[in-house]
T-cell receptor, first 115, second 113 residues
Framework: GAGVSQSPSNKVTEKGKDVELRCDPI?????LYWYRQSLGQGLEFLIY????????KSGLPSDRFSAERTGGSVSTLTIQRTQQEDSAVYLC?????????????FGAGTRLSVL | SQQGEEDPQALSIQEGENATMNCSYK?????LQWYRQNSGRGLVHLIL?????REKHSGRLRVTLDTSKKSSSLLITASRAADTASYFC?????????????FGKGTLLTVNP
């Protein structure tokens, strides 16, 4: 079936503006992750959703970052009052229910550039 | 610092040669995974090795795990230009959440035709 879909693929915004990034996980995958990848760096965990459980927001770098997942499917990551240091690739991943093996399936990411 | 640290940071080889990348980690793990990321794309899972396994094969990939040294290696044999990508190890730590993976910074592999 279709993989993880993210939109937009690229986003250029001005400092101080708000942005919304969207992730459509693989159908039937109940777990969803957001990561941030800065140039030449590994993946920085941001937030995790699993079914109807409270999300793990421990990786969100500031209160300007928030995410929601409606209906247990599509998720949006919102960054308010963007700063230049927010420039990065934001990756979404999903996986099947249950922690066994924890193999994650990634979207192609949204490249955010804050001018 | 990152749980997983890959080395080298970058590796350039000729097509047909073997490529070896290493990953070191700090805490005990349940399993370790390797992912590939082509330029401008998301990560793709390659192979998973459990903490009680020492070696695993998948096609041209061979992964080893040495839990006493807290290290793993990924060997790609008979490399192809299409193997050009960044390779990341990801660890699932014992005692951590059962859903988080910690990724290293990756090794950028370039295979020259």
């Amino acid at each position: 079936g279709a993989g993880v879909s993210q939109s937009p693929s690229n986003k250029v915004t001005e400092k101080g503006k708000d942005v919304e990034l969207r992730c459509d996980p693989i159908s039937g995958h109940t777990a969803l992750y957001w990561y941030r990848q800065s140039l030449g760096q590994g993946l920085e965990f941001l937030i995790y959703f699993q079914g109807n459980s409270a999300p793990d927001k421990s990786g969100l770098p500031s209160d300007r970052f928030s995410a929601e997942r409606t209906g247990g499917s599509v998720s949006t990551l919102t960054i308010q009052r963007t700063q230049q240091e927010d420039s990065a690739v934001y990756l979404c991943a999903s996986r099947r229910q249950g922690p066994a093996k924890n193999i994650q399936y990634f979207g192609a990411g949204t490249r955010l550039s804050v001018l | 610092s990152q749980q997983g640290e890959e080395d080298p940071q970058a590796l350039s080889i000729q097509e047909g040669e073997n490529a070896t990348m290493n990953c070191s980690y700090k805490t005990s793990i349940n399993n370790l995974q390797w992912y590939r990321q082509n330029s401008g794309r998301g990560l793709v899972h390659l192979i998973l090795i459990r903490s009680n396994e020492r070696e695993k094969h998948s096609g041209r990939l061979r992964v080893t795990l040495d839990t006493s040294k807290k290290s793993s290696s990924l060997l790609i044999t008979a490399s192809r230009a299409a193997d050009t990508a960044s390779y990341f190890c990801a660890t699932d730590a014992v005692g951590g959440s059962n859903y988080k993976l910690t990724f290293g910074k990756g090794t950028l592999l370039t295979v020259n035709p």
